[in-house]
């Protein structure tokens, strides 16, 4: 059975892709950011630097929670054994793949003792139905995510990590109580990069998500700072309205 929600506050609600090459770079951002951004992804780009578990305890000592985003897929004993190991470094979410059942209940049975809460990844939001086709996947994206994130919790998995344009779907089809965390939020709409599936701040949480993930829009704005800023102040509009 999945587990309640993750706690929290209206300013965890947005998480910074810590999309960086090394610790280096990630103090930087941390630092930058103050405490406009409470919340931080760290994914597979930091890993290869050597330095992801540094950071990690860097993001700890300074208060901030945690989302390892890497993803994993692979036989169940294999995601066992590393959510496992996982759930004991200060970790908040966690991504694995949503596309094996046997393979996320046994992540989940791992991860029962441990406070992190687990995501399973519908279909990223750098594809669409024609990519779906071409991997000979039959369905849009819509009803591939929906059939995703109920296998998701039946297998005990915690919640998913979907494009805001399924948000809606799935809470109908999950009910309360199941996380949804959304990437790609453009918060000035669609941007013209390789983000096919994006919806903006409001949406997103009207639709039912928890929190989302913002990379790009607040690291290439002029003021990065002043970017997260006023996405928090509409994330708290909009989960007060």
């Not at 989302?67 to 054994?81: C, E, M, N, S, W």
């Not at 979410?93 to 687990?118: F, K, V």
């Not at 998913?160 to 344009?165: E, K, P």
């Not at 790609?184 to 941007?191: E, K, L, N, T, V």
Request: charged content about 20%.
């Amino acid at each position: 059975m999945s587990r309640a929600p993750l706690p929290l506050a209206a300013d965890e609600r947005l998480i910074f892709a810590l999309d960086v090459p090394g610790r280096a770079q990630a103090l930087e951002w941390i630092d930058r950011l103050g405490d406009s951004v409470r919340f931080y992804k760290i994914g597979m780009e930091l890993l290869a630097s050597g330095e992801y578990f540094q950071v990690l305890d860097d993001l700890a000592l300074q208060g901030k929670k945690a989302f390892v985003d890497l993803k994993f897929f692979d036989i169940p004993a294999t995601v066992a054994g590393v959510v496992r190991g996982l759930g004991r470094w200060p970790v908040h979410y966690c991504t694995i793949h949503g596309w094996h059942p046997a393979m996320m209940q046994a992540a989940a049975e791992a991860n029962a003792g441990s406070d992190m809460r687990l995501l399973a990844v519908t279909v990223l939001t750098s594809m669409d139905g024609q990519d779906l086709r071409s991997m000979g996947i039959s369905g849009e994206p819509e009803e591939i995510v929906v059939e995703r994130a109920r296998a998701a919790q039946a297998a005990g998995i915690d919640g998913v990590i979907a494009s805001g344009l399924e948000a809606g779907p799935i809470r109908r089809a999950t009910g309360a109580g199941f996380s949804i965390v959304c990437p790609g939020i453009r918060p000035g709409g669609p941007a013209g990069d390789d983000q096919k599936r994006s919806v903006g701040v409001a949406r997103a949480f009207a639709d039912g998500a928890d929190a989302i993930v913002v990379g790009r829009p607040i690291r290439q704005a002029a003021d990065p700072r002043a970017a997260a800023e006023a996405i928090q102040a509409e994330i708290l509009t909009a989960i007060t309205k």
